[in-house]
């Protein structure tokens, strides 16, 4: 008898996923628990085992194409079995039988669309729009090149317009964008779902927020000799003690001590957390990068810091990681020095109130009180959004991590 593949719950607040790759295609033999494909959903690369042993008689949702909690992925059946029209067909030498429907939306799983007037219209938007009777020429957009987003729909249904219909030969104002058209030698690289969704969120985080940067130095002399001593001690624990687990720490005692940092604007007033939910950016080589958040970060002592932060590295480069594990982060560190970078202007992981960029560990030279002295020295480059804090806060909260770090007993 055959099995459906459906979408699975993923995480709380989950309910559409985007199909990245299938892992087998149609005819190919798979076993129970074996991965059958790939999924995105919050930047996450997700796998699906397969329900069951069989053979891959049809797949339903393609690369590329989102599909909701539920919907039909692909059937797995018997050799022999065949799918027609979205018909289980059975042949008549075998026993048993079992009819199963393609979902209804059809819009969804067929590839998306190119208007010439409108641009890139996703099948998602097709639907909605279509659902709720909006004209997309009417809908400006705000993702990136200017095309239209989901919300864009919602946001335009929810303001009452949806009803004010206008001739399909309207003119339409599109936000400018150059683009650079392609020369003879020149080779596309398609962007992945991953790739997409990390422009529209800089795109959008740019827009949100006011973004300012503060930059300050930071003596490690303490910090590595502390590292030296115990890193071995670390290690029969089975954990590698790295410079990110002290960076972390003294993030927490920052938020501590400064809480509007670890805040979120709203329009009511500014929405202060209780618990500190650390956000870590890894980078995933030509992949992309994530952030997976460490949370209630202020109850770790180093040791489970050190742990956390080595078990978010791990899964994330494995492609391990839940959608709950990069939900729910009130701040953000990203250590941009481990390709030797000095220092940068990181943007804000939106909702949040700031990022702290850590740059590379260098020896140079510095002044202590009337001497010269080497020194290992590090750039902190903190970017807040200039809604939530001020100047003179934001460098409260720096120079908070920079005393923890360069006092670390």
Sequence with gaps: MATKVLVPRLGEG?????????????????????PLLEVNTDKVDTEIPAPATGTILKIITQEGIAAKVGELLA??????????????VVDSS??????????????????????????????????????????LSQVNGTGLHGRITKNDVLNFVESG?????????????????????????????????????????????KHTSPHVLTVMEADMSKISKHRAANKAA??????????????MMAIVAGLKAYPQTNASWTDEGLLVHKNVN?????????????????????????????????????????KKLQPDDVKGGTFTLTNHGVSGSLFAFPVINQPQAGILGVGAMQKRV???????????????????????????????????VKDTLENWA
């Design 75 to 88: 059937i797995i059946g018997k050799p022999g079995e065949t799918v027609d029209g979205g018909q289980l």
């Design 366 to 400: 510095v002044v202590i009180d009337v001497a010269i002295a080497i020194r290992p020295m590090v750039y902190m480059s903190f970017v807040f959004d200039h809604r939530i804090l001020d100047g003179a806060s934001a460098d409260w909260f720096l120079a908070k």
């Design 161 to 205: 317009k949806s009803g004010d219909r206008r001739p399909q030969t309207a003119a339409v104002s599109r936000p400018s964008s150059a683009v650079m058209m392609p020369s003879e030698g020149d080779t596309l690289i398609k962007h992945t779902t991953m790739r997409k969704s990390i422009a529209q969120h800089m795109v959008e985080s």
């Design 94 to 135: 075998m026993s048993a039988t079992k009819t199963i429907t393609q979902p209804s939306s059809i819009a969804r799983n067929q590839p998306p669309t190119i208007n010439r007037d409108l641009g890139f219209i996703s099948p998602v938007v097709a639907r909605i729009a279509a659902e709720h009777g909006v004209d």
């Design 234 to 247: 670390f290690e029969r624990d089975g954990v590698n003690l790295t410079f990110t687990a002290y960076f």
């Design 278 to 318: 650390l956000g870590m950016a890894v980078s995933l080589g030509e992949d992309g990068l994530i952030v997976p958040v460490i949370k209630k970060a202020e109850d770790l002592s180093l040791l489970a810091m050190a742990r956390a932060v080595n078990d978010l590295a791990n899964r994330a480069r494995t």
């Design 14 to 34: 989950v309910d559409e996923v985007t199909v990245t790759k299938w892992l087998k295609q149609e005819g190919d033999s798979i076993n129970e628990l074996e």
